[in-house]
């Protein structure tokens, strides 16, 4: 064939397929109104242990009606055989490209989540940034509330969970991160717990895992120490009690930064002891007790109150994660750390960890105390 | 041969000029001389103080004399006379000899502010269709002997007249030659405009992209002279061919040097902005919503499902609808008359910004992605640039309709590859990129300071770089 000849027979072919393509005999083409495009998929466990996926989508009804957030549920061994499922209840292909978060109830998170999130990261589509959450309660039930104030129950839920973070109150825990410490040695991952409650959902602390497994529950008042454990904490804020003879109070700290590092050394007796120095810095927001803030003295005595108080809350901690088996804190990472790597793969950190000693040394530093030192209590005749 | 050595007599060329009604001959019975010329082609006033003044101060004997004034130049070709006349001469037979003298003159429209590349600060005056004025209009604004000005000719019928400019001792000889060769090489009938020259001169017939910058800013002309460029000036065109020229020219405009050079850079910049966004935007749209949903922000969603909700068509053929809605409507712009064009402003801004949304044939993200590209595209100073990269978008958008992404970027790299095939005169279209050249990029993707700016383009191959000796 000649050159001419060459150049137009490809022309010809690259124009049938662009006529083909175009007047939509492509499969590939994913229109987006054509599409129901999964926000958060909830997985429970029914009565008979059965899984049963919850789907929210972005859908519009028929003819042009306005979008909104439709559930559909369907009961299935697998998350696949779930998507096989939910899609024959909607008309429109269930695509999972804008998926934001994934949440388990604690049922189906006690009997753990690893295939779950395998095949999460196995399809393509789906961000590793997407989130993990366990729900306490059913996954179905939050999912299918109406919370007045916020008429789409996934997004809501969502943007909860992303101020959070942000905030710093709970850890970002998303694919990436939960598949990161559970494939990580001397590490447990942890998802954030949020719950029902009345026309809101809270976020009711961190759940443990151990592995893949839900193991027990951190309240929200650790949220902070947790937070501060892991890794810098920048621009926060801590409410203490101080029971301290005399400087009985609540601090409110603002602008709370810390910078942790931890220290390992070995026991006489074999085992390990992990200490953690913390350096809080922080501003009084607060205070409710009867100290004079401007008095340095007094000054050291808050510190060291606060001091006390977060290494305290810190170790009692490092026990209930303890109580759980689980290391979440990470502190087989850090033992890790310190020794040799085949020294490391002789040991069962699995056993020897509640063994560990950990302790917690806090240095606090306020900052400043506000801008009025003290009001005068007027005088009264 | 045969005519040069005839005498050229007052019968021939009257019969060469038959049924020329505007032709005007004159007889002078007192001096026995006759007189031929094109009326609408002479300056009357001229015309009066050259010839009928002293032709009336004088008897018939002194005529022979008077004529050996310089400004009656002898003539014994047949064609010398002919092309004369055509070109404004009065042709004056005497007894058997024959004398031209130049009375060009026709009336002109006179230098006025350019329609399609107005400055708000800087000169005002744009070239006009008389060759001669254009000319003028450089030197004085070069007054350098070295501003040199080659005549030539083309078109085998019209028989226009074309000068070469260039500056000596700045310019490569190699590009002058070149362009003097391509434009004595047409053999066509006619050229109406320099527009039309570029074409039959330019290295690739078949591009979409203008491979010289034309212009109507003498200031423009002037400062591509000095950087080492070669003008062509074609009479009875308001533009002027400037050539080497690169890409990147047609996305500067003389007011970038009017002020200062920060505001000036940022404007550069905004152009380059303006450009990706002409050729990509609504190609991207196309992409996103057919094939990669997962692209778009969660708040974008809704707004966006919601839009497209009601449109019956795939996203391509929606996107190409009101592209070519936006063409149409420019199009009748363009040619109506202004106070009619108002008109299609209005009806094409409620037709396309409310009605096509609310029947439901377009969504009114689409209105905004078509808007600003057809907006950005008017960004662009240059409007043979500007229309060549609407084309280009459509191009995209059907590729991207096919292919996504994957297609957007396909269109992408021909397009990048089809460029860097380009040439200019024999150099690189694309050229502070490639040949790679980074002290050329102060002068075309941003406005250096003028302390920067030491160098001649190096596109211009000069052998007389500095431009710029000053320290700061």
Redo the contacts between chains.
């Keep these: 064939m000649s050159k001419r000849g060459l150049k137009l027979f490809f022309v010809c072919v690259v124009l049938l397929?662009?006529v083909l393509?175009?007047t939509?005999c492509?499969k590939?083409?994913?229109?987006?109104?054509k599409?129901a495009?999964d926000h958060t998929i909830g997985y429970d466990l029914d009565d008979e242990q059965k899984l049963s996926v919850t789907a929210a989508i972005?859908n519009?009804g028929e003819g042009?009606s306005?979008?909104k957030q439709e559930l559909i549920t369907a009961e299935a061994d697998s998350s696949k055989e779930a998507k096989i499922k939910l899609s024959r209840q909607t008309s429109r292909n269930i695509?999972s490209?804008?998926l934001?978060n994934t949440m388990y109830s604690m049922d189906v998170a006690s009997q753990g989540i690893r295939k779950l999130i395998e095949n999460l990261v196995r399809d393509p589509?789906i961000?590793p940034r997407v989130k993990i959450t366990v729900v306490n309660g059913s996954v179905q039930e939050l999912l299918s509330s109406k919370f007045p104030n916020h008429p789409n129950t996934s997004?809501y839920v969502d943007h909860l969970l992303e101020k959070n973070w942000k905030n710093q109150n709970i850890p970002q825990v998303n694919i990436y991160q939960f598949t990161r410490d559970y494939l990580d040695d001397g590490v447990d991952p942890v998802a954030p717990i949020v719950r029902k409650k009345g026309d809101n959902v809270i976020v009711d602390g961190l759940a443990l895992f151990k592995d893949d497994k839900y193991v027990g529950k951190l309240s929200p008042d650790y949220n902070m120490l947790f937070a501060m454990s892991r890794g810098k904490y920048r621009q926060g804020e801590i409410y203490i009690k101080l029971d301290q003879n005399d400087s009985d109070g609540a601090v409110m700290l603002g602008t709370v930064s810390s910078d942790k590092k931890f220290k390992v050394w070995r026991k006489r007796s074999g085992g390990f002891v992990v200490e953690l120095f913390l350096e809080v810095k922080g501003d009084i927001m607060e205070y409710t007790g009867n100290v004079l803030l401007s008095n340095h003295k007094d000054i050291i005595t808050i510190e060291h109150g606060i001091s006390k108080y977060i290494s305290n809350k810190m170790e009692d901690m490092v026990d209930i994660m303890k109580d759980k088996r689980a290391d979440n804190v990470g502190l087989g990472k850090q033992v890790r750390n310190s020794i040799s790597y085949k020294e490391w793969k002789n040991i069962n950190w699995d056993e020897l960890y509640p063994e560990v000693t950990f302790r917690c040394t806090v240095n606090t530093k306020i900052k400043s105390t506000g801008e009025i030192l003290e009001i005068p209590v007027p005088s009264r005749e | 041969m045969t005519a040069n050595h005839k005498p050229v007599t007052l019968e021939y060329v009257l019969h060469e000029f038959e049924q020329c009604v505007d032709l005007i001959h004159r007889n002078f019975p007192m001096l026995s001389a006759d007189m031929v010329y094109f009326d609408h082609l002479i300056d009357k006033d001229a015309m009066e103080r050259e010839v009928l003044q002293p032709f009336a101060n004088v008897q018939a004997d002194e005529l022979d004399h008077l004529l050996k004034d310089t400004r009656f130049k002898p003539s014994s070709s047949s064609k010398e006379i002919i092309e004369g006349i055509l070109k404004g001469d009065a042709a004056i037979f005497h007894e058997s000899s024959v004398y031209l003298v130049s009375l060009y003159g026709p009336s002109s429209r006179p230098i006025e502010q350019s329609e399609t590349e107005a400055v708000i600060i800087g000169p005002h005056d744009a070239f006009t269709e008389s060759a001669f004025t254009n000319l003028s209009l450089i030197r004085r604004k070069l007054k350098s002997s070295h501003l040199k000005v080659i005549q030539l000719s083309v078109g085998e019928v019209a028989k226009s007249d074309v000068f070469v400019l260039y500056i000596d001792g700045i310019v490569n000889m190699e590009f002058v030659n070149e362009m003097i060769k391509r434009i004595r090489d047409i053999e066509v009938d006619i050229i109406t405009d320099s527009n039309m020259l570029v074409q039959h001169i330019d290295d690739y017939p078949n591009t979409i992209f203008p491979l010289f910058l034309t212009t109507e800013r003498p200031d423009l002309i002037v400062s591509k002279l000095s950087g080492g460029r070669v003008a062509v000036i074609m009479d009875e065109s308001p533009s002027v061919i400037s050539g080497p020229t690169s890409l990147f020219e047609f996305f500067t405009s003389p007011d970038d040097y009017y002020q200062r050079w920060i505001i000036g850079t940022a404007t550069r910049i905004l152009r380059y902005i303006a450009f990706i966004i002409t050729i990509t935007f609504t190609a991207v749209y196309v992409a996103?919503?057919?094939?990669h949903?997962?692209m778009?922000p969660?708040n974008l969603?809704?707004t966006?499902?919601?839009s497209?909700?009601?449109?019956p068509f795939?996203?391509?053929?929606e996107a190409l609808l009101m592209e070519v809605t936006i063409e149409l409507l420019r199009e009748a712009g363009a040619r109506l008359p202004s106070k009619i064009g108002q008109t299609i402003g209005i009806v094409g801004g409620i037709v396309i910004g409310q009605a096509a949304v609310q029947a439901?044939l377009t969504s009114n993200i689409l209105i905004i992605a078509v808007a600003l590209s057809a907006i950005a595209s008017f960004v662009i100073p240059s409007y043979v640039m500007s229309a060549s990269i609407r084309f280009a978008r459509f191009f995209l958008i059907?590729l991207a309709?096919?292919?996504g992404n994957f297609g957007l970027m396909i269109g992408i790299s021909i397009l990048v590859i089809h460029l860097s095939k380009l040439t200019s005169l024999g150099s690189s279209y694309i050229s502070p990129i490639a040949p790679l050249n980074f002290q050329d990029w102060k002068d075309s993707f941003i406005r250096g300071p003028f302390w920067m700016l030491k160098d001649r383009p190096a596109q211009s191959r000069t052998h007389n770089k500095v431009r710029n000796k000053m320290k700061r």
Excluded: A, D
Excluded at chain 1, 28 to 33: D, G, K, M, N, T
Excluded at chain 2, 308 to 311: C, E, F, K, L, Q
Excluded at chain 2, 314 to 317: E, L
């Design positions: 397929g662009s393509q175009m939509g492509n590939s083409q994913r229109i987006l109104e599409l495009i972005i519009q042009g306005e979008v695509v490209g804008q934001r589509s961000s997004q | 996103i919503t057919t094939y949903y997962e778009i969660e969603l809704y966006l499902i919601e497209r909700s009601r449109v795939p996203p391509v053929f439901g059907i309709g096919i292919w």
